[in-house]
């Protein structure tokens, strides 16, 4: 089953970028993801197989900064 990803929301990877930071931010989602490095802005584009697979864990989802989910989680 798919992880819920939306735009916005912070991932870390299990892999750390050269730059040395774990944290991503994502900037288009579909099957298909943009994600961009925090710590540096580097863009990369990944099948949703691959991203999901690569995710340790969620930071920061954009559905937490609205404040309410509609009770659907």
Not at 5 to 17: A, R, S, T
Not at 45 to 73: C, H
Request: glycine fraction near 10%; charge should be positive.
């Amino acid at each position: 089953m798919p992880i819920n990803l939306k735009v916005g929301d912070i991932v870390e990877l299990k892999k750390q970028h050269p730059c040395g930071s774990k944290q991503w931010e994502i900037l288009r989602a579909g099957m298909d993801f943009r994600i961009k490095c925090v710590g540096c802005g580097h863009q990369v584009m990944l099948a949703r197989p691959k991203l999901e697979k690569s995710i340790k864990k969620v930071f920061y989802s954009a559905q937490d900064a609205t404040g309410s989910n509609g009770g659907n989680d």
